[in-house]
């Protein structure tokens, strides 16, 4: 059974930082590419995060609202994959969201997998 699991959400005031994690398990894991998404009331899922699989280089790219302030390292062994928030603001707050997804190379198959998401609130 296929499952992402986020967590280390919360309360922080602006500055400070944060780090959420993401649990994957039920599929292979290395080869996904992984991408933390966020969205905020009123506004359309954000993609900010991503990190290809091991085919692809294991590539970070992030949108240009969180370059330098965000990362994405993943631990292969633990199947997890973080977001390290840095200098948080208030316009980070959102809800944050965890995705897998590959190609199924034999049959040329999507597969996409969502976590729950997490709540991020940034207030002082």
């Known amino acids: 059974q296929v499952q992402l699991v986020e967590s280390g959400g919360g309360l922080v005031q602006p500055g400070e930082s944060l780090r959420l994690s993401c649990l994957a398990s039920?599929?292979?894991?290395?080869?996904?590419?992984m991408t933390w998404y966020r969205q905020s009331a009123g506004k359309e899922r954000e993609d900010i995060a991503s990190?290809?699989?091991?085919?692809?280089?294991?590539?970070?790219r992030y949108a240009d609202s969180v370059q330098g302030r965000f990362t994405i390292p993943r631990d292969k062994e633990k199947q997890i994959v973080y977001l390290q928030m840095n200098s948080l603001k208030p316009e980070d707050q959102a809800r944050y969201y965890c995705?897998?997804?590959?190609?199924?190379?034999?049959?040329?198959?999507?597969?996409?997998?969502w976590g729950q998401g997490i709540q991020v609130t940034v207030s002082s």
């Open positions: 990190q290809s699989g091991t085919y692809s280089g294991g590539i970070a």
């Open positions: 039920g599929f292979a894991f290395p080869y996904f590419r």
């Open positions: 995705n897998a997804w590959a190609r199924e190379i034999a049959t040329n198959k999507e597969l996409d997998y």
